[in-house]
């Protein structure tokens, strides 16, 4: 069992920064793979920005030069700073890893970006 728990959301004004953490807890080995996901009401759920513990990274083209993951692989830990933000970055943002062959999610945080 794994549980994700966000952090770090809020407002911010367009062009401004953010960062998001994600911690997990359970009785884990390091996650192979954890990532970001955020959604919009209405909308699917899309893929961020995942990294690897090897360090390999993949990034949804819409954040590619402005939004940078990293991870903690001691701590199984995951962040994701956010720079020059949009508007369009506007949504509840979710922590993922697959792990076992099972899914896991956060419970989200909101990310706001005023005009």
């Known amino acids: 069992q794994v549980r994700l728990v966000e952090s770090g959301g809020g407002l911010v004004q367009a062009g401004g920064s953010l960062r998001v953490s994600c911690s997990a807890s359970?009785?884990?080995?390091?996650?192979?793979?954890m990532g970001w996901y955020r959604q919009v009401p209405g909308q699917e759920r899309e893929l961020v920005a995942n990294?690897?513990?090897?360090?390999?990274?993949n990034y949804a083209d819409s954040v590619k030069g402005r939004f940078i993951i990293s991870r903690d692989n001691d701590k199984n830990a995951v962040y994701l700073q956010m720079n020059s933000l949009k508007p369009e970055d506007t949504a509840v943002y979710y922590c993922?890893?697959?792990?076992?062959?099972?899914?896991?999610w956060g419970k989200g945080t909101l990310v706001t970006v005023s005009s």
């Open positions: 993922h890893t697959h792990h076992e062959a099972r899914d896991y």
């Open positions: 359970g009785r884990l080995v390091v996650l192979d793979v």
């Open positions: 990294i690897y513990s090897s360090g390999v990274t």
